[in-house]
């Protein structure tokens, strides 16, 4: 009893040629290039948490929020209810509190849009100074603040009231815009 094993072979090398032919087209497919809607986030994060640190691996910032979002081709993030803390050989400098803001990441100016309060923790020769704001800009890699909205300016138990203020933190210096109307309690 002869077996032929001519229609074997003959599938064989058609179903052979049918996986050259498919593998061919799937090699020179390309992907055509989705357009995304620029009115749209191309990404959204809940939860959202940004470390920065030096050369020496010390932290320079950090940057959380609730809930961030960019839109496509776009260098601004958008963030609810941002925390930035600013950090200088690993000590928090100061931090910036907001309901909402933005952050460019090729200028790293953070922008907040709303309420934002500018926190600077006490020092052994200062006390801790608060200060609450509706709108508020921040250099992060300058380390500079500032506001041209009204500003209530806590330090320690004084209050101050203006409006604008700037803040350079490596200088540790808060310059008031306009005149101001103080209320100091000596600690």
């Known amino acids: 009893m002869i077996r ?17 032919f498919w593998l061919d087209q799937v090699s020179r497919w390309t992907p055509g290039e989705q357009q995304l809607d ?6 959204v994060a809940e939860h959202f948490t940004a470390t920065r640190f030096g050369p020496q691996g010390l932290l320079l910032d950090r940057l959380t929020a609730t809930r ?8 601004e993030m958008y963030f609810e209810a941002p925390l930035l ?6 000590v928090m400098q100061y931090q910036i ?21 500018l926190f600077k923790p006490a020092t052994a020769k200062d006390p801790e100074i608060t200060m609450d704001t ?4 921040a250099d992060t890699a300058k380390g500079l603040a500032r506001s041209s909205a009204p500003v209530t300016v806590h330090y320690g138990q ?8 700037s803040y350079d933190q490596k200088a540790g210096l808060v310059t008031l815009h306009s005149q101001a109307k103080a209320t100091y309690v000596k600690p």
């Open 4 to 20: 032929s094993h001519r229609p074997f072979v003959i599938a064989l090398v058609g179903l052979m040629a049918a996986l050259t």
């Open 134 to 137: 509706s709108a508020l800009w």
């Open 38 to 43: 620029p009115n749209k986030p191309e990404f």
């Open 68 to 75: 961030m979002w960019q839109y496509p081709d776009k260098h």
């Open 97 to 117: 509190q907001g309901e909402v803001g933005r952050y460019d990441t090729k200028t790293k100016i953070a922008l907040y849009d709303k309420k934002a309060t």
């Open 85 to 90: 803390k600013v950090f200088d050989n690993g």
């Open 158 to 165: 004084s209050v101050v009231n203006s409006v604008g203020f």
